[in-house]
Structures are given as C-alpha cells and as structure tokens.
C-alpha cells in the first residue's frame, strides 16, 4: 500500500492519555488562570461545554475561534480580547502542567518520522478545538513540532470539527489531496475511523487508548502503536 497522504489524531493517538482525566485536569488548571474573571466553577464547565458543542456543530459559517467566543461570551458576559489574551498566555504556559496527565510514547516522533518518508504529506488531524499554541504545546509533549507536519489543525485555521466529515473532506480540498488516497490513524472509532472513512479517507486504529463506539465499531486495519510503526516501514513511497 502506499499513501498520498497520512493524517494523523493527537489525544490518545500521539500523547497517550485517558481523555476524561485530560480534560478535567485541564479544565481546573484553565479556570485558575481565569479565576480572576469571578466565574463560578461549575458554571465555567457548562459554559466551556456549551462553546465546544458550538464548535462541533459549526456549519462552516465561521472558524471554530469565532464560534467558540460567540458562544462563550454571550453566555458569560465578558470581554473577547481581554479574555483570549489570558487563554492565549495559558496555552503556551501554564498548560505545560496538563502534561501530567498524559502518558508517554516515545514513538510518536519516528511514526510521524517514517509516514514523511512514506507519503508526500503528513498532517496532525487533531481536532481544531484549541488555539495553535495550545497545539504547539501538546505536540512537544511527545518531541513533535509544528514543522514536522504540512498542516496542523487549530481552531483558528477550521470551520468544522470531528466527527464531522467535513472536517476531514474541508482538509483535502484545502491540501489538494484525493480522499481515497489518504490514511487517518487515530484511537477513536468514531471521531477518527467513522466520520475519516465516511470522508472516502482510509483509516488505521491505534488501539493502545482505543475510544470504542457501539454504533459505529471498526472492523478494519488496527494495531498497537508499536504495531503501527511496523505497518507505516511496510508502506510503500508514494511517488
């Protein structure tokens, strides 16, 4: 087999991680940073939600910063640009500390070292619900960087999110790539393997921190993430 291009996920796929545990860890880390802004911890969680739904919703209209805020500000009142300087700041500081709860995977840096030997493009099609820097952020986790990739997705650069398939379809017209000729390796049989190959997309699932759905099981290609480094050498190069 060989591939144009190999789209890979982030959480749980690159960064190992129980993403329930991720996101309650980074949810307390972000309302300290934003404690001053006198938001009510629970009512800071449902208005946090309420702006994720928007961006998983978004009908292409607008990017998902846009939505996010839209959402987020109108339900809390508070200023946009006061607000998103702070966010701005804490993705690219005090997230650091959300690394603990994450695992290890010093593999991740020769995966996506082999898929660029492999195929003409390597994109990181985690799901554009943090601003760049906050990706940035993540990606070191692992020793990855924004360069490693063609593209790397944020909620500044993308109208729609997983599990749509426009999201994945929006990424190929964008990149000039044939759907059926690319591959998404992610852990998530819905997100990653359901909406990616509704997208015409190939998939491959990472099945370390494997994130099941009843409606929509994959019954294709999968592996460990050591599996998935043997599989990315026996790749053939695309020309």
Same mark, same amino acid.
């Given at each position: 087999?060989?591939?144009?291009?190999?789209?890979?996920?982030?959480?749980?796929?690159?960064?190992?991680? =129980?993403?329930?545990?991720?996101?309650?860890?980074?949810?307390? $880390?972000?309302?300290?940073?934003?404690?001053?802004?006198?938001?009510?911890? &629970?009512?800071?969680?449902? /208005?946090?939600?309420?702006?994720?739904? !928007?961006?998983?919703?978004?009908?292409?209209? !607008?990017?998902?910063?846009?939505?996010?805020?839209?959402?987020?500000?109108?339900?809390? #009142?508070? =200023?946009?640009?006061? %607000?998103?300087?702070?966010?701005?700041?804490?993705?690219?500081?005090?997230?650091?500390?959300?690394?603990?709860?994450?695992?290890?995977?010093?593999?991740? !840096?020769?995966?996506?070292?082999?898929?660029? &030997?492999? !195929?003409?493009?390597?994109?990181?099609?985690?799901?554009?619900?943090? @601003?760049?820097? #906050?990706?940035?952020?993540?990606?070191?986790?692992?020793?990855?960087?924004?360069?490693?990739?063609?593209?790397?997705?944020?909620?500044?650069?993308?109208?729609?999110? +997983?599990? /749509?398939?426009?999201?994945?379809?929006? %990424?190929?017209?964008?990149? #000039?790539?044939?759907?059926?000729?690319?591959?998404?390796?992610?852990?998530?049989?819905?997100?990653?393997?359901?909406?990616?190959?509704? *997208?015409?997309?190939?998939?491959? $699932? %990472?099945?370390?921190?494997?994130?099941?759905?009843?409606?929509?099981?994959?019954?294709? @290609?999968?592996?460990?993430?050591? &599996?998935?480094?043997?599989? $990315? +050498? *026996? $790749?053939? %190069?695309?020309?």
């Amino acid at each position: 087999m060989k591939y144009q291009a190999i789209l890979f996920d982030m959480d749980g796929t690159l960064v190992p991680m =129980d993403t329930n545990a991720f996101i309650k860890g980074y949810f307390k $880390l972000l309302f300290c940073k934003l404690s001053k802004y006198g938001f009510d911890p &629970e009512q800071f969680g449902r /208005n946090m939600w309420a702006g994720v739904s !928007a961006m998983v919703e978004n009908d292409g209209m !607008a990017t998902n910063e846009e939505r996010f805020w839209q959402v987020f500000c109108q339900r809390t #009142g508070v =200023d946009k640009d006061a %607000i998103n300087a702070d966010c701005l700041e804490f993705y690219g500081k005090e997230f650091q500390q959300a690394r603990q709860f994450t695992g290890e995977n010093p593999l991740a !840096a020769e995966a996506v070292r082999i898929a660029r &030997e492999k !195929a003409k493009t390597v994109i990181l099609a985690t799901n554009p619900m943090f @601003p760049m820097v #906050g990706q940035q952020t993540r990606m070191g986790w692992v020793n990855l960087k924004p360069s490693d990739f063609e593209l790397v997705t944020s909620y500044e650069n993308e109208r729609f999110c +997983k599990p /749509n398939p426009k999201y994945y379809l929006s %990424i190929c017209q964008r990149m #000039g790539l044939e759907p059926s000729q690319c591959l998404m390796i992610g852990n998530d049989e819905n997100e990653d393997m359901y909406a990616g190959t509704q *997208a015409g997309l190939n998939g491959w $699932l %990472i099945t370390d921190w494997m994130i099941p759905c009843q409606e929509h099981p994959w019954n294709g @290609p999968k592996g460990s993430f050591a &599996e998935t480094l043997e599989m $990315l +050498k *026996a $790749l053939e %190069i695309y020309p």
